[in-house]
């Protein structure tokens, strides 16, 4: 009976601990928190909300780009082709030479157009028929004016004659009838000078000419009814008109004689009116055409493109827009935008997995966006207004990319982003793949020679070495791609001497836009950061006049930090310029550090330590202020307010908590007592941060030795790391070790051993000693140790 009631009880617990570890299981699962999905966390970076709009707008707008450039015919006469083209439609084109060798004939045979001269017909039509009415009273010759005598050369029997055709003193009707039918004759042959006769005469097959009579229709008489003013035979000729207008002898001789001696043309040749007739003529040609069957070759591969072949090349691809269904037009412009599609998503995940700098800033992410889409445009314009220029179209504004890129960020965001264009390049030009040996060397050369630009003649000789590489990788590719002909050697150097233009253009374009780029990507380039680091700088020389201390002890940190910088691959230059100013803001109060302290009284002998370490940790705010104020480009602003992070003002610290047990009051709060940071975000801010504290460091040992100097830089490493002020940077532990080894080696060379001078100092024993090849004795005073009072009030006033 015990037993069974002690299972029973056994039973009961255990079922109340299962119990209870079910209910904390169940509480457990309901206080942790669930894993988040990974893509869910990527599409709620806030940088996506304008990241993933600029990337569609550039998609759309590369893949249009694309589209229509491809579909434009990027060849003109004079280029040896590399592929064969052949007719995709039947058309047919009007055949032009026939058309114009038809116009050329009608223009020859069209009658040429001359207008009768009003003033010669009414002189010959009034001097005649007022002839008889003159004559009517003159009984002789010598009654009749010498005037008229003279210029009609008459005589008695012509006088009798005449007087008889007078009626009444006037001339009769007949004689105005004969008068008229003369006028009838001469509009119907023509008088012409000598030089419209001898034209007409030579006109070939044109065997008519057309005359134009004031309120008559235009007529077509044959050019052999011409009379030449200028022929021996005039006067006979005349003569047979005059007969034939009813006049007889002696007065038909008579007026022959008149008209041949008073010769003037009855018609003067109109050459606008002309010209109108004969384009008219040309105009009525009806034009021939030719008829194009699928599969008729326009051009083979290794033919030099002939203007005629170019104009079949153009009708062909008018025939094909106008003839295809709009809807298979569609085809190859979605191919385009899907490519163009991909490469931008490419595009888009390389920067978000690897260029930060560009993906948190949306003014970057579209400057980018922008210029490449600029490039692209830009490379388009040149191959459809130039097609003999597509390996410079497909190479030189890719490199001009690829060197803005590499100025504004690094080798491999320019390397990346320049060859993913270098292909949507070529894709939108309708080029083999070969082109992209061009396009990816150019990205490379621009890439290699521009990384670090600190002198003008650095652009110069990246333009050149650019330039070099892109003529050598065109001249490849077009052995390697077009026929061996007469006229290649010409071709590959023009186009080789264009390539190096282009180099050395493109190094002259960067170098007028260095400003521009510094400005639009909010970065410091190397001729920028010589420029600042002169020490003829305003905001340098105001360092030099009011704290000249702390001018001295950002100089020495500068070197020890610039050296740090080169062995670990770090921006040198950068971080050297960083670290002049980074301690420009103790201007303000420069008594209040002990670097610029002269000996004597001490300003913080009098202030509280809460007092003391506002004036100590001010200097930082200070200099962001003066950074400002100066103008200091925004990525050296860093330097000022990160090279003490957020580490703590020990020496006050330690004041602070004696004075509070002293008081025996409430002990002060460490996070009171540390700078407001932030922690460096990037490795030569850690660098500065460990110069830095090193430097001052040093100054305080009162035996620097090689052996102290390297216990000392090692712990304030160790210090530094364990205290999390490298936790926001990329910096490993053996770049902090190849670190700390390069500081020592130059506070070493700095605070190097000298050998004593007879009467100097026993003091200097050591040095001494050191100087002889003995190492001293491991340092095992305070004088370095963080804990000491003296280290820190040096540490902390030089901050």
Not at 346 to 358: K, N, P, Q, T, V
Request: proline content about 5%.
């Amino acid at each position: 009976m015990a037993d069974a009631q002690k299972s029973k009880i056994t039973k009961g617990a255990a079922k109340s601990t299962s119990h209870a570890a079910v209910s904390r299981r169940a509480e457990l699962r309901k206080n942790l928190r669930k894993p988040e999905s990974r893509w869910r966390t990527i599409l709620l970076r806030p940088d996506l909300t304008y990241s993933i709009p600029i990337a569609l707008v550039f998609a759309i707008l590369a893949g249009v780009l694309t589209a229509w450039v491809r579909e434009q015919p990027l060849v003109e006469p004079g280029q040896y082709m590399t592929q064969t083209r052949s007719v995709r439609v039947p058309f047919r084109v009007e055949n032009v030479a026939a058309l114009e060798d038809k116009q050329r004939n009608a223009r020859q045979n069209t009658a040429r157009v001359y207008v009768a001269a009003p003033a010669v017909f009414d002189e010959i039509e009034n001097g005649l028929t007022r002839l008889p009415t003159a004559l009517a009273d003159a009984q002789t010759l010598d009654s009749v004016a010498s005037e008229i005598r003279e210029t009609f050369q008459l005589t008695d029997a012509e006088l009798a004659a005449l007087r008889t055709e007078a009626v009444a003193g006037d001339a009769s009707q007949a004689w105005r009838s004969k008068v008229e039918a003369l006028v009838e004759q001469l509009y119907a042959t023509p008088l012409l000078d000598n030089e419209a006769y001898q034209l007409e005469q030579t006109s070939g097959s044109r065997q008519w000419i057309e005359i134009r009579v004031p309120g008559r229709d235009p007529a077509r008489l044959l050019k052999g009814r011409t009379i030449n003013l200028a022929s021996a035979q005039l006067a006979t000729t005349l003569r047979q008109a005059v007969l034939q207008a009813g006049f007889a002898e002696p007065v038909a001789s008579m007026i022959a004689g008149y008209l041949a001696r008073n010769a003037k043309p009855t018609f003067i040749f109109d050459a606008r009116a002309t010209s109108a007739a004969q384009d008219a003529s040309a105009a009525a040609v009806e034009p021939e055409y030719i008829t194009y069957s699928v599969g008729h070759v326009i051009y083979d591969s290794g033919d030099r493109l002939t203007r005629d072949e170019y104009s079949l090349l153009l009708a062909e691809h008018k025939a094909y827009g106008d003839e295809i269904p709009k809807a298979a037009l569609w085809g190859p412009r979605l191919g385009a935008m899907a490519e163009s599609l991909l490469i931008t998503i490419g595009l888009s995940l390389y920067i978000a997995a690897f260029c930060m700098r560009i993906r948190r800033n949306p003014l970057r992410v579209l400057a980018v966006a922008a210029m490449l889409l600029g490039a692209l445009a830009l490379a388009g314009v040149i191959a459809i207004q130039s097609p003999a220029l597509i390996p410079l179209a497909a190479s030189a504004p890719t490199a001009f990319v690829a060197g803005i890129l590499v100025i504004a960020y690094n080798r491999g965001t320019a390397l990346a982003i320049g060859s993913l264009h270098a292909a949507l390049v070529v894709v939108a030009l309708d080029q083999p793949a070969t082109m992209m040996i061009p396009a990816l060397a150019g990205v490379v050369a621009v890439t290699w020679t521009l990384n670090d630009v600190r002198h003008r003649n650095d652009l110069v000789r990246a333009g050149l070495a650019t330039g070099a590489t892109l003529a050598v990788a065109v001249a490849a590719v077009a052995l390697m791609d077009r026929p061996l002909s007469p006229g290649l050697w010409r071709t590959l150097l023009i186009d080789s001497s264009w390539a190096l233009g282009a180099g050395v253009a493109i190094g002259v374009v960067t170098l007028a836009l260095l400003p521009t780029i510094e400005r639009v990507f909010d970065i410091i380039t190397g001729m920028t950061l010589i420029e600042l680091r002169d020490p003829k700088q305003p905001l340098l020389r105001e360092l030099q006049q009011r704290a000249p201390g702390t001018y001295n002890h950002s100089l020495a940190v500068a070197n020890i930090a610039e050296n740090a910088a080169e062995a670990v691959g770090a921006k040198s230059l950068h971080l050297y310029v960083g670290a002049l100013y980074h301690d420009i803001g103790k201007m303000n109060k420069p008594d209040y550090f002990v670097e610029n302290q002269s000996g004597g009284y001490n300003r913080h002998s009098k202030l509280s330590p809460a007092m003391s370490l506002l004036v100590i940790v001010g200097h930082v705010k200070d200099g962001i202020e003066l950074a400002r104020e100066y103008v200091l480009p925004r990525s050296l602003h860093h330097y000022i307010e990160s090279h003490h992070g957020t580490t703590l003002v020990e020496y006050f610290f330690h004041q602070a908590q004696k004075q509070a047990d002293e008081a025996k009051s409430s002990a002060p709060d460490e996070m009171e007592y540390r700078y407001p940071g932030p922690k460096p975000r990037t490795k030569e801010a850690a660098i500065l941060m460990l110069t830095d504290a090193v430097e001052s460091a040093t100054r305080a040992l009162k035996e620097p030795a090689p052996a102290r100097i390297e216990a000392l830089v090692r712990q304030l490493a160790r210090k530094r790391l364990e205290d999390g002020q490298f936790d926001e940077c990329d910096l490993t532990l053996r770049e902090l070790q190849v670190i700390e080894s390069s500081i020592i080696k130059s506070l070493t060379s700095i605070y190097h051993s000298r050998i004593a001078y007879p009467g100097a100092d026993t003091k200097s024993e050591s040095r001494r000693t050191s100087a002889a090849g003995e190492q001293p004795e491991a340092p095992k005073t305070d004088d370095f140790d963080p804990k000491s009072t003296q280290f820190e009030k040096t540490m902390s006033q030089s901050a």
